[in-house]
């Protein structure tokens, strides 16, 4: 058996370290990363952190620069939204109310308001589309003015469009296709 030097076993022991770290890069690490966790509930990293120190979300079990967040995290994190929103609620009632919620009536507050897409998919909830004909209907409405009433579609994180409610069957069939193309993705061709 060939001995071998002392800077010889150290430089072996340094390129199966320097494998070991590569390998481990490759390994998909379950759960999302905090910018993909923000990205999916259409707000920043800010106020993620911000939520997590007043309480209003758990924090993680694990922090540091891997830390990775479940999907409890983001139903929280989108049930605060949803309930800052929608019913204007400050963080101490928003946090109340996200303590004493089951897990099952955190998904049902915010299956209300989820439209297909991304948030959707990640979170595991399965949402109808709105029809075709009139794609508002799924939509959230929106009163502006006295005398009009808007409905929002969601068509990705960031990017809303409003429909006025006695708009044309044409703007209508055009905002469903818009909407359709934005949730189902660019066509191949």
């Known amino acids: ?7 010889e076993w150290k430089r072996r ?5 320097k494998r070991a770290r590569e390998l481990r890069k490759l390994r998909p690490k379950p759960g999302l990363s905090l910018q993909d966790l923000a990205a999916l509930a259409g707000t920043t990293t800010r106020t ?11 924090p993680p079990k694990v922090r540091g620069p891997g830390t990775r967040y479940e999907r409890a995290h983001l139903l929280r994190l989108v049930a605060a939204r949803t309930l800052r929103a ?18 099952e009536a ?6 209300r308001n989820l439209t ?3 948030l959707a998919t990640a979170l595991g909830i399965a949402v109808d589309a709105p029809a075709a004909s009139a794609p508002t209907g799924a939509a959230t409405p929106v009163v502006v003015g006295a ?9 990705a994180v960031g990017l809303e469009l409003h ?11 055009l905002a469903a296709k818009v909407w359709k193309l934005c949730v189902e993705g660019e066509p191949a061709g």
């Open 13 to 17: 022991q340094k390129e199966g370290i």
């Open 163 to 173: 429909v006025r409610d006695d708009a044309s069957p044409f703007v209508r069939a």
């Open 1 to 7: 058996m060939a001995r071998i030097t002392h800077v």
């Open 116 to 118: 297909p897409g991304r």
């Open 48 to 58: 993620v952190r911000f939520y997590m120190e007043r309480g209003v979300i758990p």
């Open 86 to 103: 929608f019913e204007s609620l400050g963080l101490d009632a928003i946090k109340k109310r996200l303590a004493d919620a089951t897990p």
């Open 147 to 155: 005398e009009k009433r808007w409905s929002r579609l969601e068509l």
């Open 106 to 111: 955190l998904e049902a507050l915010v299956k």
